[in-house]
């Protein structure tokens, strides 16, 4: 595992407007505009940008050369808001893949559901 210390820290728990679903171990996001679908997450400031993106676009198996189905996931922008209901722009990684089939986290927490919790 990377230390990302060097390049990003966390600001706040926070979530985007979306819907979650699981794929099987890891989860997929896709943005939506509905206020009441809330995904969870954490908000990063990325102290080195270049770095930070090249790091999290390799564990998100990300090319920026390549926009089809090849990816998994775009690296997209997205407003996120704190706790306090705080604005970011924030970076994020949308499912690029058929949803069609997978099941939806309703409660939008990725951490809560793989913890058993499907409330």
Do not use: C
Not at 18 to 46: C, H, R
């Amino acid at each position: 595992m990377v230390d990302t210390s060097s390049f990003m820290k966390l600001v706040s728990a926070g979530h985007v407007q979306g819907t979650l679903f699981n794929v099987s171990w890891y989860p997929a996001l896709v943005l939506g505009n509905n206020p009441a679908k809330k995904v969870t997450g954490e908000i990063f400031q990325l102290t080195n940008t270049a770095k930070a993106l090249e790091v999290l676009d390799s564990y998100e198996g990300y090319s920026a050369n390549a926009t089809g189905p090849e990816n998994d996931y775009l690296r997209v922008r997205a407003m996120a808001k704190d706790l306090a209901e705080n604005a970011y722009e924030v970076w994020v990684y949308e499912y690029n893949q058929s949803i069609e089939n997978l099941e939806t986290i309703e409660h939008g927490d990725f951490l809560q559901f793989l913890m058993g919790s499907k409330d």
